[in-house]
């Protein structure tokens, strides 16, 4: 029973009390990023640049959320002898959510918005690196050596939870996993783009 | 020190032969079977000790144990699983 738990709290903790919490996490992200900007178009997505309505801006993370909860849990039924508790799978699920609460903040920064605005529509072979203000490239360089851990965190954090909640080993959960993290990057993104953004 | 329950030659159950009084030294002597959780793991009877003491709650043992509830359950799967790999065994 000794895990790192950093990478795997949910020996701890698990049910409603990571649900609270995810869920907290989860509202300040949406909140946060309907003023930066930024949204939680997917499974581990984070993107700038969307100024959408606030409950869209919520909505985005438990869409997200929600979709591994179901998935995974529709999974474990099927995969695992063990007795599986719903709330175990949403609250640890939930909880994975946490380390993207920070990059939430990642659109208040406009060298993302600067920099793609200067790359649309330019042949690529013409890409200089003198064309982008030094600041900006920097600027992105930090926003993508902050947010690159906080993702990987995150992934470690929704494989852990999965793992945890309905008691699989290793070579069932790997790709339950991998379907689920692939399907979760397209269909919310898909389903709120196409439903209630346009 | 750890009880053995396998024959270290044919992998058979050993039986238990002789029972000894410590305060009085009376020897008893028989063939008397081990029980089955006298083959699990130490660890693994002093959970399933802890389990009936909590009435069998998992919610209060992942309490006292200070660990979540799926972590708690799965240890009483994976030690359900041993006692029935070791009645299937023999």
């Known amino acids: ?198 | 020190m750890k009880l053995p329950i396998l024959c270290p030659s044919c992998q058979s159950k050993l039986t238990v032969k002789t029972l000894n009084c410590e305060k009085c030294l009376t020897k008893v002597d028989g063939n008397f079977k081990m029980p089955l959780l006298a083959a699990i793991p130490e660890d693994a009877q002093q959970f399933i000790i802890e389990f009936v003491k909590n009435s069998g709650s998992l919610k209060e043992m992942a309490k006292t144990m200070s660990l979540s509830y799926p972590t708690v359950r799965n240890r009483l799967d994976e030690i359900i699983n041993t006692l029935k790999t070791i009645e299937n065994a023999h």
């Open chain 1, 1 to 198: 029973m000794h895990t790192n738990l950093i990478f795997n709290p949910f020996t701890r903790i698990a049910g409603y009390k990571a649900l609270t919490i995810g869920v907290i996490g989860m509202l300040i992200a949406g909140y946060v990023s309907f003023y930066s900007h930024t949204h939680f178009d997917g499974v581990l997505n984070i993107h700038s640049g969307l100024a959408a309505p606030i409950w869209i801006h919520i909505l985005w993370p438990f869409a997200d959320v929600a979709f591994l909860g179901i998935w995974f849990t529709l999974l474990g039924i099927i995969l695992s002898q063990s007795k599986i508790r719903i709330v175990d799978i949403f609250g640890t699920q939930a909880f994975a959510f946490l380390p993207l609460v920070p990059a939430s903040l990642m659109g208040f920064s406009k060298s993302l918005d600067r920099l793609s605005e200067k790359l649309m529509g330019v042949d690529p072979k013409a890409i200089r690196l003198d064309m982008f203000p030094l600041n900006d490239i920097l600027m992105v360089l930090i926003i993508i050596l902050i947010t690159i851990p906080l993702t990987v965190w995150s992934g470690i954090l929704i494989y852990n939870g999965f793992k945890e909640s309905a008691n699989l080993p290793h070579k069932k959960v790997i790709p339950v996993y991998i379907a689920g993290i692939f399907i979760g990057m397209i269909l919310p993104k898909f389903l709120i783009g196409h439903f209630l953004l346009n």
